[in-house]
């Protein structure tokens, strides 16, 4: 009773602030009058999706930057990402309700990141098993706080309902899950966006979720390895894939072709930082230089370009 009536006030001060932003930011208009279109759509059969704004977590925004979706098998739903706050994970599920009445018996959570999996909180009266990549537990161990107090700023008070879950069932390597007729495929990735990246592949229509392991206008970001990632994106790419929902962007482009983009960037910035190196470059410089050519490309590109590089930067160093 408790948890239904702060629902329904935290909905009251959510509706509130919708028309106050309504009312004075027209700028945010479209994406708030967007509400109204399915959260999720159908892009292929039993295959939901639904996609992010290409923006920084705000609380106008609710943190819905990420790209969610489920999969609906004969006897159950899979969930593949839960939303960057408790709101988006209930949309998610309310989106899911309204497709189905079987049980959700999985949430698959990609990686680490706050807009990947701060919306968690939402499914866990579901009954369902949470799943992540080995290294899961250990990433939200050593963010989870961080990130609760770090989120105040971006996300306002919604931030308060978010609770970190963690996975119990951890995948190693690879996992199939059966869904009833439709035998999902789950990967555990070595150190690329992250160290904790998880990708799904539904054989059946052929689409593969990729998490933040492919990148669509939103500019590409690495918080794990560089090198990794590019290590990753070729073993990716041999995924018998048909389409892709990348981790932010348009979501069912046609695969393997939708990480070029993002594989192009990041051979860029690898030359451009081995060439630096050679000079004997600072941070600094690597940060303000390496990777620019691939400005026009990309939204988003001076928050996250300029952190890629210094990353890139300390790897390749020691090459
Ligand atoms: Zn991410």
């Not at 039993?46 to 290409?54: E, M, T, Y």
């Not at 919306?119 to 992540?132: D, E, L, W």
């Not at 919604?158 to 690879?174: F, G, Q, W, Y």
Request: charged share 20%; glycine share 8%; hydrophobic share 45%.
């Amino acid at each position: 009773m408790g948890d239904v009536l702060q629902t329904i006030r935290h909905a009251g001060r959510r509706q509130a602030y919708a028309l106050v932003v309504l009312a004075t930011t027209p700028a945010i208009c479209c994406a708030a009058s967007a509400n109204d279109a399915p959260f999720a759509r159908e892009i292929a059969p039993g295959i939901f999706a639904h996609q992010g704004l290409v923006a920084l977590t705000s609380p106008a925004n609710r943190g819905d930057i990420a790209n969610l979706g489920f999969i609906v098998g004969d006897d159950a739903v899979a969930i593949v990402d839960c939303g960057g706050s408790v709101a988006v994970g209930e949309q998610l599920l309310a989106a899911v309700r309204a497709a189905t009445s079987k049980p959700i018996r999985y949430v698959i959570m990609t990686h680490v990141h706050p807009d990947h999996i701060f919306g968690a909180t939402a499914f866990s009266q579901t009954g369902a098993t949470f799943v992540g990549h080995r290294n899961l537990p250990r990433a939200l161990a050593a963010r989870g706080e961080y990130y609760l107090r770090s989120f105040r700023a971006q996300l306002g008070a919604e931030v308060e309902r978010v609770k970190i879950v963690v996975p119990t069932m951890l995948v190693e390597d690879r996992a199939t899950l059966d869904l009833g007729n439709r035998k999902i495929e789950l990967r555990a990735w070595k150190t690329s966006h992250t160290d904790n990246d998880l990708t799904v592949f539904d054989p059946k229509s052929g689409m593969l979720f990729t998490g933040d392991l492919v990148f669509l206008q939103h500019t590409p970001i690495v918080d794990g390895s560089l090198l990794g990632f590019l290590k990753a994106i070729d073993e990716l790419q041999k995924i018998p894939a048909k389409r892709v929902i990348p981790g932010h962007g348009p979501i069912g482009v046609d695969w393997p072709q939708a990480v070029e983009k993002e594989k192009r960037y990041f051979e860029v910035l690898t030359r451009d930082l081995r060439g630096l190196v050679k000079k004997g470059a600072d941070i600094e410089q690597a940060a303000a230089q390496a990777g620019q050519s691939e400005r026009k490309n990309w939204e988003l590109f001076d928050n996250y370009a300029p952190r890629n590089a210094t990353a890139g930067l300390a790897e390749i160093e020691w090459e």
